[in-house]
C-alpha cells in the first residue's frame, strides 16, 4: 500500500506543479478578429463612432452612415448624402431604448434622428441646436443631448423645448464640448480646457471634475484629479467614472483617483481619442497609437492592441505595473493603430480606427485576471521586443501554447 500512496502523492504533485510552472495571473487577450472596410460594404474606412444596438451595429464614418447585422456578420444598408443622411460625417451615435430611433451627431451638419427609415434634421437655423459641429450624442429619458464645440444643447422630444448650457449658465471655463454620456441619472460632459462636467437629472446641479494642481503643462500631483483639463471623454459605469484626456486616462470610484499614463508602461499612448468603460475594473481607451485596455482598475494590468504596418499582423502587449510580461504576435487584430471610437458587445469589441472597422472576438472572455501560462498564444514574431526571452520560455514550457487553448 505505501508504494501505491507515494505514487500517486508523486502523480498529484506533478498535476499540481507542472500547471503552475510558467503560470501567472494575467488578463484575456483577444487574439480572432474580423476586419469591415470599404471592400466589405462600409461608405468609408474613417471611423468616427461605432454603436452597438442589440444585434446590430451602427458605424458612423467620414462620408456616411453603415449599419452592420451581427448574426450575418455583413454590413446590410448603408446611407450617404444622396440617400437622404442630412450630412457626411457622422462623428457620434446614440440609440433611443424606448423607440429605437437613433440619433446621430453630424461634424458640421448639426443633429440628425433617423426614425422609421426617415431622417429629420436640427441644426442652428431650425432649433435651438447651440452649434452644427457635433462630437457627442446622448439619449436621457425624453431629452437627447448634443456637444457641441459651442456648447451643449438638450433637446425634449417630448415637448420640443431646447436648453443651452455654456459659461453664462455651467461651470464651462471653455465651452468646446467633446462627448457627453448618460447613466445612473447623471449627464456627463468632456468639456475641452474644462476637465468634465456632471449635471444630476433629478436636481439639476452641477459638480466639476478637474486637474486641482492648476498646471496646464504637467500633472504635477499624481491621483488628486482628473490627469488634465483637457478631456475628450467620459463614461460613467458601476459607480465608476473612466476619463480620456490629451494627457493620459483617469478612473475615479467616488473617492479615489487613480491616474494613468504612458510614462507609467501601460497606456500605449497620452493622446486618447476616447473612452469606454466595461465595468468598474476595466476600461478601453482609444488612442493615436493603439488600443489600451486597463483590465484590473484601479491596478495597471494592461492589454495593448497595434497593427505593424509593414506586415499588417497584429500585436498585443501585456504589462503590470510597467513591466511587460506577454508578447502576443497574431495574424491580425487593429485595421490601424489610430483607434477612435470602441462599444463592447457581449464579450467583443467594435473598434473603430483611422482605416477601417475591427471585431475582436471574445470566445472564452474572461474579466479582470486568471491564472493562465505565459504566451498562451503563441511567442511574439521574431525580431520583436522580448522575443528572445519568450523563445526561451517557451523552450522549457513544453508547448504551453498547444496545452493552454482556447
Known sequence: MKPRIALLMAALAVLVLVPAAGAEELPYVYTKWKHFTTEDGLPNDHIYSVKVDGPRVWVGTEDGLALIDTPSGKVVKTWKEEDGLPWRAVTAIDVDPNTGDVWLGLFGGGLARLSGGRFDHWHQLNSGLVNDVVYGVAVEHDNVWAATTAGASRYNTRTGEWAIFTEKNAPMEEIWNYGVDYADGKIHLAVWGSGVLEFDVATERWKEYVDPDGEMEIDLYRDDG?????????????????????????????????????????????????VKGRSAQEALYCTDKGLGIITDGPGDTWVVYTRDPDTGRGRARVTKSGEVVELVDMPISLTHSFTIAADIDGNDLWVGTGEGLALAIGEGYYPGLRERRLYAYGPPAPGAPGAEAAAGHAEGGDGAAEDEGR
Open 226 to 274: 482628473i490627469n488634465h483639463v483637457i478631456t475628450t471623454g467620459a463614461d460613467f459605469v458601476d459607480g465608476v467614472l473612466w476619463v480620456s484626456t490629451y494627457f493620459g486616462g483617469t478612473r475615479y470610484d467616488g473617492r479615489h483617483w487613480k491616474g494613468y499614463a504612458e510614462q507609467d508602461g501601460g497606456m500605449p499612448s497620452d493622446f486618447v481619442n476616447f
